[in-house]
């Protein structure tokens, strides 16, 4: 088969997939008369959607170039750090390419679960087409559903770093940096699908048990997103102690720049005063390089035999589990609410966004506990963890609602109203930052001088959570009623979720604004806290729950 065929056939493929990825027929959804609008066929519609949430991560992509590209132009302005220009700059660059790395690879995973659930590669098994074939079409096809995103890094980092230090070969020397973070984050995010795949999504059974063991895989699995929040959440202090280490303690900066992608950043950075520094100085960053660039080639090689491999474990798995499990009779909001638990427990990329909000609360809880800061300072670490507990359970919960194909597709046959799904939906984003809260005040009761006041902060948040989350699912779940399609991953409805998103923010973040920055009369701010939290509660809470078609 020469490469033309081939291409043709990953064609042929990918629009299966993106079909899937939308309408999720073969997860129990049922395509609906109201999709097929002007005369436009369903598959061109799920190429078109799928196209637009490409374009989305795109351009979150090419905001962070452009904060990357401000911090490199302007940064040592206004950052005090000791660090020398070049290691400055290349902490810069390997920072970004560290979020680079984690952006792909919760992309990744996002395009793993339609790509596999599709069952579009089953054909390839079973055809008249030999193994390297099949391997280079599946490969085309995973890759085309997210290729806007990857070659947006390519094309516009390198343009950011060259303007940013102010020089050409820089942003070209970065490239292969760009390179080896790609297809790092795409190995490592198959590579966990392959593991959920085999140890966690084909594990039978339904008890409290087996749900408790996948758990404790995912919490495993959840140390390296561990170690990339550290790096997001604190490069201040990162670059900080960069700066310390350059001049008490050389061996340690060198340790750090050893690692990935620090190489490639620290090379990026230099290139730009190669007049000015020995040759000498260049030796070793260029080993470390060459010898990630060797691995980089090797997880390419494995990379490209992935997808495929990856759909034949995900069918070996399916048949295991195939085993009758003993129905328990529960109220339908519990029932909805543990159907979210096992099916997060069983699929990598919705437990990853899960439990993301418990990760960076317990970072941001672990480094007041351990850093020992003034009382002033851990005060502010405790709100900031609750604070970002708040914008990240409501910026996702839209995926607790992608979990719903099943849930929506019942609601056709059984008397599960809109109000359980959305009731249910509701109490799982609450508990989500409920737990987010536990963390950090468990970790900073200690610390934090006046405990009870960030205690009665973080409760008076609660109903402003609440509303967010009802907003964002009451119109979702709209949308699915009017359209008959409900959205099935965050990915393949990235576009919508942008949308239901900004809303949702709004609502959370108003009583945190108030608080904040809103100097009232008559009140205290925790006063006017609570009136805001609960102007934004009742209004959204009887419109939604009382089933009115809203606004979006």
């Known amino acids: 088969m020469d490469w033309k065929q081939r291409f043709r056939a990953a064609n042929i493929l990918y629009r299966e997939v993106t079909f899937q990825a939308i309408y999720a027929l073969k997860s129990g959804n049922v395509f609906a008369a109201s999709e097929r609008k002007r005369g436009e066929e369903g598959p061109a519609r799920a190429q078109r959607r799928v196209f637009q949430s490409k374009m989305t991560v795109a351009v979150l992509f090419m905001l962070t170039f452009l904060a990357s590209s401000f911090a490199l132009s302007t940064g040592r302005r206004y950052f005090p750090t000791t660090l020398s ?82 020089s050409l070969w820089a942003g070209l020397a970065v490239v292969p940096g760009v390179v080896s973070t790609e297809i790092f984050a795409l190995s490592l995010s198959l590579l966990t699908a392959k593991f ?40 201040y202090q990162i670059i900080s102690a960069l700066g310390s280490w350059e001049n008490g303690d050389p061996t340690l900066l ?43 080639a090797l997880s390419a090689r494995w990379l490209l035999d992935a997808p495929i491999a990856l759909s034949r474990v995900v069918n070996v798995s399916g048949e295991r589990s195939m085993n009758s499990a003993p129905l328990v009779v529960s109220r339908p909001t519990l029932a909805v609410l543990k159907k979210d638990l096992r099916i997060a427990s069983r699929t990598p990329a919705y437990a990853f966004l899960l439990l ?28 900031a963890g609750v604070t970002v507990a708040v914008l990240l359970a409501t910026f996702f919960g839209p995926v607790f609602f992608a979990t719903e194909i099943i849930g929506f597709s019942l609601t056709r046959t059984l008397p599960l109203s809109q109000r359980t799904l959305i009731l249910s939906k509701t109490l799982l984003i609450a ?36 509303a967010a989350a009802l907003l964002e699912i009451g119109v979702l779940l709209e949308r699915a009623k009017r359209t008959g399609v409900p959205i099935a991953s965050l990915y393949s409805g990235a576009w919508w979720t942008t949308l239901v998103v900004l809303p949702g923010l709004l609502v959370s973040a108003a009583p945190l604004a108030v608080y904040n920055y809103l100097s009232l009369p008559y009140l205290p701010p925790i006063a006017w806290m609570a009136v805001t939290a609960c102007l934004m509660l009742i ?7 009382r089933g009115k078609n809203l606004p979006i």
């Open 356 to 383: 993301l909000p418990l990760l960076d609360a317990f970072v941001l809880g672990l480094f007041t506990y351990l850093g020992s800061p003034a009382p002033v300072l851990a005060e502010r670490y405790a709100f």
């Open 85 to 166: 220009p070049v290691y400055f700059d290349g902490a810069i660059i390997s920072l970004v390419l560290v979020v680079l790395f984690s952006l792909v690879w919760i992309t990744g995973l996002q395009v793993a679960l339609p790509f596999v659930s599709s069952q579009a590669t089953t054909a390839l098994l079973v055809l008249p087409v030999d193994e390297e074939d099949a391997a280079w079409i599946s490969f085309l096809a995973f890759l085309r559903l997210f290729d806007a995103p990857l070659v947006t890094a390519l094309i516009f980092f390198p343009i950011a770093v060259g303007y940013g230090i102010g």
């Open 254 to 296: 060198n340790v750090v720049f050893a690692l990935f992608p620090f190489p490639f950043g620290y090379l990026s950075a230099a290139t730009a005063a190669l007049s000015g520094d020995p040759l000498s100085s260049f030796l070793v960053p260029l080993a470390l390089a060459g010898a990630y660039l060797v691995l980089m």
């Open 196 to 235: 959920f795949s085999r140890s966690v999504s084909g594990a039978s059974g339904g008890s409290l048990r087996s749900l408790a063991v996948r758990w404790a895989y995912l919490i495993l699995w959840t140390i390296p997103s561990l170690v990339i929040t550290i790096f997001i959440t604190f490069s």
């Open 539 to 545: 209004p959204i809470g009887v419109l939604v729950l």
């Open 431 to 466: 508990i989500v930052y409920l737990l987010a809260f536990a963390v950090v005040a468990v970790l900073v009761s200690s610390k934090v001088h006046n405990f009870p006041s960030f205690v009665l902060f973080a409760l008076l948040e609660l109903p402003a959570v609440v």
